[in-house]
Structure formats: C-alpha cells, structure tokens
C-alpha cells in the first residue's frame, strides 16, 4: 500500500450494522431520521424527517426557504441511480437589465434580488410522495414539536445572530423580533422557538385532508405550498423595498407565480467510472462535474500522487482541483455544457500535463473540443475583502471566516435502510442572514442568485428561468451496479473538494467511513469564489495543520500561497455504506464542530 497509514485513533467509531444507518450535521437530525427507520420507515422517509428537523434546529446553515440537491438510489432498482432536483430558477423578473438598473454591477449577497425560486422543500415532498411510504403528518412530527417547544440553541446561531444584529435591529426588524426576542440574542443552549414554521407545516398537512391516498396527500401539500399562502406571503413581502448587502434598499421580484411555476423533479446522474467504481453527481448546472473532472485527471497517475497526507499527493490534488475549478468557472451553467469533451480520457489527458512540480498562480481553464478557448473569463476580486464587514450585512457564505476555515455553511444528510435504499442530500440557503423573515412565515427567502453573473456573455448569466450553477453537490458511488457509499458535506466551493479527499482515501487508501473523515483535510482557494463578493486567492491553499510541517513547508516550497487553519477546521463529511453482498452497513459523521452525528445499528 503506498498511502499513508490511517490514524489508529478515530475520534467516534465507524458504526456497524444491517438493519439503517443515518449520519447529518446534527445529532438532532441524525436521531429523528433513525427512529424513522426504527419505526419502520424506509430510508427516504426518514431523510425527509431529518431534513426538515435541520431547518429548525440549523436555521443559520438552511430554511424552507432555501434549496437542495440529493442523490439516491432505490432497492427496487438500485442500478439506476437519480438525482433529487431542487435548484429553483431565476424568477421571471430578474434580468439582468432589471438588476443594471438598479445600480448593481454584481447579484447581491443579501437581500430578496439575491433570491432564487425556493426548490428544497417542493424536492423533499416530491421525494416522499413517489419514494416514501410514510404519511406527512408523521414525517413532519419531529420538525413540528422542536419549533413549537423548543431546541437548544448552537453556539454558531448565537455567533451567526450577533454579527447580523445591526442589521437585524435597524433594517430587518422581523428578523430582529424572531431572532432576538425582546432585544435580547439568545445564549448558547437557551431553548428558541419557531412557532409560525410550525403552523405553515400544519397546514401543509391540512391541505390534504379528505383527499384520497397518501401519495395524493402529499401532492396536495406541494400543491399548497406553491400555490398557496406561501407564496403569496413572500410575493406581498419583499414588494417592500429592504436593504441588501450592497447598502441600497431594493424590492424583490418574485411573484406567486413564479412559485407556482416550479416544480422539482427527477433527473439523471452524470457518471464516470474510476478504480472500479462508477462515481455519479449532478450535472453542470451545478459544481458536480468538478469532481468528475478531478478524478479523471487523477487516475492516470500512480497511487502515490493521490495520497491527500503526502507532499506531492497534496500538491497534485491541489493543482488537479485548480484546473477542473477553472473549467466549472468558465463553462459550467444551466445549459448546454459539452461534458462529454470535459469528461473525456483525452481532455483529461491535457489536463493532466499542465501538472508540474510547482503551484501554478494562473486561471488555466481548457478549450472546447475544437480547440478554442471561452471568451468568457470570470471576474476574479483578489482576496482582501473586509469578511467580517460582510458577515454583518449578512452576505456571502456564512460562518466563512477570513483564514478559510468554514463553520458550516449548509447541511448534509445520509440515510441507508435495511433493504438497500439509500440516499445523499444536501439542503442550504434560506439561512436567517439571507433576507428579511416574513413574519407569518417564520423563515426567508434564500441567496443562491448570488452565484450568477451579470455579464451576457458568462455561462451562468442572470436569465429568468435559469437555474443558478449551485455548489450543492452529494455523491453515490456504486460497484457492478448496486450503490456502496452515499457521502457529501456542507462547505460552498469545497464540497467537491473534501469530498475527493474521502473518495481517494476510501477507494485507493483502503481507509474506513470514519478513518477517511477524520483525516487531515485541504483545499484550494484559487478560483472565482461562488459567493458574493466572488474573490480568489491565486495559489491559494488552505490546510489542516496536522497534515504536519514537512508537508506543508513542502507545499509552500512548490509556491502554494498556504493558510494553515488549525488542527481540526476543514471539511464537515459524513457517509453511510452498504456491502450488496452480505447487506453489511456502516457509518461515519464529522467530529468538527461536535455537532454531526451518526447513528444506526
């Protein structure tokens, strides 16, 4: 074996079993979404009881407001894996013309003009209602109690409150009367409420009652949900001008109609094949295709250039990663994206050579498969942004802190049952910072338009109708036609890039669920950052200390611009597994932050 030896010592076990395994970024989620299997609910069920669990109780990282991607596969026919869509688009009035005349020159980070169509929770009721077996009403019931009668609050919602609390208290004043309840911002632990997001599940249920059949049920509940008192609580609200991270005040554009427009859906994966395995993610209507195209750069090289914990495997993931990065910055959009060129063993293979002995401190992106080069080059704000400044007018990624460790920033979920369904997830944006509460509501519009660009030219252009090129992007790795892990982590710009980290260090490493997770992580800040205000690091890398001296005094001696941030800050991983052969399952989740969990048996 040429990598590096796992760590004996794992910070949690990685969990054995045959009957369902759950792993999320919160204990909370991780547990309602095991007592579903408990109860006898199939793994979806329970991943839609865990999701909605985790807009209560990590409002600061996702809302119903927000939206997702997942992946799955289902016991009945597991060779053909699907991805959850729930992207929403650009609404019909936001164009880029619309937004000139506002005086912007870049979507803002904050703000209901930085809002696409809601997506997360049409997707998770569209799940349950062709996949799920569950009623609502049961689904719902862990979400509903922790908003009514409260959950401790984290730490990082405090953290996330009290750099927004100047905005909140003179500009978002419902956001101020939800968040800091008689002026007051609440002390870690301290139980908060959400009772108005209860009351919207409620008559989420409510709208199916006396229909016929729990899938119609379910139906009538999406059906309410876009066309009913959601949608026009949100088209009445932010017809109010409000301030937006830029320090204008502007209305939103969305309309009722716009909601009503949208529907989640199911699509199929983009795949690739690597070291026996076939890797599916999203399509380049988000950043999936990243780690498809890193992969495909890295496997045609010896095994000890993909070892994360060396000096010469961090280096070369580091510059295989700048490379694809490159390519999603200038090709990537809701479109049509030649991936079977960028996919391609010989595109790959031009890659590959541009891989020296030194970091490089260019924006390389390829050319097309006739040889020319995009004339679209993103624009690249070098690092140097007050982030702190940022953070109180609530804009960007939230708890990115300037050295490049990331608090969060999204959810993640895993779910695997007994009989071989198993699903990816990873719900964000809707987070309290992103705009104004409605007040009858309980939540916020999201910020992913933040993510398209005001420039004609750019593949992912502010078009009505569009989706933005999102960062959510699980993965479901499959063997000989059944899925083996389900994996995926929070992290904007990184979630590909921890991901691939995982991936080599299970696949090639040989390392278990666990022993990959706690393994020091790294990533790269050279490319156009997805969030607002889109800044790049050239030769930017970010490492986890304990990937020791030697290696990164060996990667600075390479030129990589490096930013060491502590022992245990980067990359929030979980995944589950199953053995097709035995039914064996396992389990690990992130010990950063002590607060994902795993759980099964």
């Known amino acids: 074996m040429s990598f590096t030896p796992p760590a004996v010592f794992t910070t949690r076990p990685t969990l054995e079993g045959h009957f369902g395994m759950a792993a999320s970024t919160h204990w909370l989620a991780t547990a309602a979404s095991q007592a579903v299997l408990e109860r006898g609910g199939n793994a979806f069920d329970a991943a839609v009881a865990g999701a909605f669990l985790l807009h209560v109780v990590e409002p600061h990282l996702n809302g119903p407001g927000g939206d997702m991607t997942g992946i799955f596969a289902t016991a009945e026919d597991p060779a053909n894996p699907k991805i959850m869509m729930g992207q929403g688009p650009a609404p019909a009035a936001a164009s880029i013309e619309h937004y000139r005349s506002e005086g912007l020159d870049m979507i803002p980070g904050a703000g209901a003009l930085a809002s696409a169509v809601p997506g997360a929770v049409d997707s998770w009721l569209n799940l349950l209602e062709h996949h799920g077996t569950w009623e609502l009403a049961d689904v719902l019931e862990f979400a509903i109690d922790y908003a009514e009668n409260g959950h401790p609050v984290l730490s990082r919602v405090v953290g996330t409150i009290e750099r927004v609390q100047e905005l909140f208290t003179e500009h978002w004043p419902t956001s101020a009367a939800q968040w800091m309840p008689q002026g007051q911002i609440p002390k870690t632990g301290d139980l908060v409420y959400n009772r108005p997001y209860a009351e919207v599940l409620k008559k989420l249920i409510a709208a199916g009652e006396g ?360 990359g929030r991983l979980s995944c589950v597994t199953r053995d097709p052969a035995t039914g064996r399952l396992t389990a690990g989740a992130n010990p950063r932050g002590a607060q994902g969990y795993a759980a099964g048996r």
């Not at 892990?485 to 260090?505: F, H, M, N, V």
């Not at 050239?538 to 005094?553: C, H, M, Q, Y």
Request: net charge negative.
């Open 211 to 570: 229909v016929e059949g729990r899938a119609a049920r379910v139906s009538a509940a999406r059906q309410e949900w876009k066309s009913g008192f959601v949608a026009e609580a949100f088209a009445n609200f932010i017809s109010t001008p409000h301030r937006h991270s830029t320090g204008g005040d502007h209305a939103g554009v969305m309309t009722a109609e716009d909601f009503a427009g949208f529907d989640a859906h199911f699509e199929t994966p983009v795949t690739i094949d690597f070291r026996g395995y076939s890797i599916a993610k999203i399509g380049a209507w988000g950043q999936g295709p990243v780690l498809l195209q890193t992969l495909k750069i890295l496997d045609g090289l010896d095994d000890e250039r993909l070892d994360p914990s060396t000096e010469i495997g961090a280096h070369t993931i580091l510059e295989a990663l700048k490379l694809a990065m490159a390519d999603r910055d200038t090709y990537y959009g809701d479109g049509d994206v030649d991936l079977d060129w960028l996919l391609s063993e010989d595109y790959a293979a031009s890659r590959r050579e541009l891989i020296t002995d030194q970091a490089s401190l260019e924006f390389r992106p390829g050319a097309d498969r006739a040889g020319t080069a995009s004339t679209f080059t993103p624009l690249l704000v070098l690092e140097g942004a007050d982030k702190e400044a940022m953070a109180k007018a609530g804009i960007g990624e939230p708890t990115v802190q300037k050295n490049g460790v990331n608090n969060g920033d999204t959810c993640h979920i895993d779910v695997v049952d007994r009989w071989g369904n198993i699903i990816s997830a990873t719900p964000s944006g809707g987070w309290l910072q992103s705009s104004p509460i409605v007040p009858e509501l309980g939540f916020c519009l999201g910020t992913r338009l933040q993510m398209m660009w005001l420039d004609d030219t750019a593949p992912s252009a502010l078009t009505p109708g569009k989706r933005p090129r999102t960062t959510l992007t699980p993965t479901l790795i499959s063997k000989d036609g059944q899925p083996v892990i389900a994996l995926g982590s929070p992290g904007g710009d990184q979630q590909e890039q921890w991901q691939l980290l995982l991936i080599l260090r299970m696949l090639v490493g040989g390392y278990a669920p666990q022993q990959a997770i706690d393994a020091p992580a790294l990533h790269t800040t050279a490319l156009a950052g997805s969030f607002w205000p889109r800044t790049w690091v050239p030769g930017g890398a970010v490492v986890e200390d304990r990937l020791g001296e030697d290696v990164i005094n060996g990667l600075i001696a390479r030129g990589h611009v490096v930013t060491k941030a502590g022992d245990w800050e980067l």
